[in-house]
């Protein structure tokens, strides 16, 4: 594990995309659900449709300065859904979000990286702790605390909406190191901006995880 330098103390994973998928993935449960609830919409209609309205929120962080609190979570996802189907309204589109927001809520929707648990074993046995960051919101904490491979009490969850603010915000991460140096935490994630830019800028170590390097990479 030559990758983690000496002097890190913590390592953080970014949860989607890194070491939890959901599953179905997003666009296929979107389209499914969108289905019943009289959607008319192709699947890529809807992958493309829900891409776009996902980084207009992601813009919509950048200009308010990366805060977040339950209510910004619960608008972004009730105007990505709606952006997604715009031919489903009124009480069906309230159902059409309950159902999705229950849906990625259920811990049976989500699947961990094969690679995680021998990885975070082998972290924990060189006595790092280990954790989990992530621009989710507090459903989270329940899918985590029923995927064994991730539930163990050792397993700090760190998430955007208890923070305060969103990654990439150095508050976001100066949150993460709570008292300890920037140098001694890392951040393994997906997201140049987010995870490796970000945490970088704050002082932290950081790895980008993409198509040449990969969690099986970091294994011992």
């Given at each position: 594990?030559?990758?983690?330098?000496?002097?890190?103390?913590?390592?953080?994973?970014?949860?989607?995309?890194?070491?939890?998928?959901?599953?179905?993935?997003?666009?296929?449960?979107?389209?499914?659900a969108g289905q019943r609830y009289g959607s008319r919409r192709s699947l890529?209609?809807?992958?493309?449709?829900?891409?776009?309205a996902f980084a207009a929120e992601e813009r919509r962080d950048r200009e308010s300065g990366n805060r977040t609190d339950s209510r910004r979570e619960w608008d972004r996802w009730q105007r990505i859904v709606q952006a997604t189907f715009p031919d489903v309204s009124g009480l069906e589109g309230e159902r059409l979000f309950d159902d999705l927001w229950n849906h990625f809520a259920l811990s049976t929707n989500w699947r961990v990286a094969p690679e995680a648990d021998r990885l975070l074993s082998g972290l924990k046995q060189r006595g790092l702790q280990v954790g989990i960051a992530s621009n989710f919101d507090r459903r989270l904490v329940t899918i985590v605390s029923e995927l064994p491979v991730l539930n163990h009490s050792s397993v700090v969850v760190r998430y955007s909406e208890e923070i305060g603010w969103r990654k990439p915000a150095p508050e976001f991460f100066a949150a993460l190191c709570a008292g300890e140096p920037p140098h001694q935490v890392m951040l393994v994630g997906d997201d140049r901006t987010n995870?490796?830019?970000?945490?970088?800028?704050?002082?932290?170590?950081?790895?980008?995880?993409d198509d040449?390097?990969?969690l099986r990479d970091l294994l011992p």
């Open positions: 594990m030559t990758i983690f330098p000496e002097q890190v103390r913590t390592v953080y994973f970014d949860a989607v995309g890194t070491i939890l998928f959901p599953d179905p993935p997003v666009a296929l449960a979107y389209h499914q890529d209609e809807v992958r493309r449709a829900f891409s776009a995870d490796y830019d970000g945490a970088r800028a704050a002082g932290l170590h950081a790895i980008l995880l040449h390097l990969t």
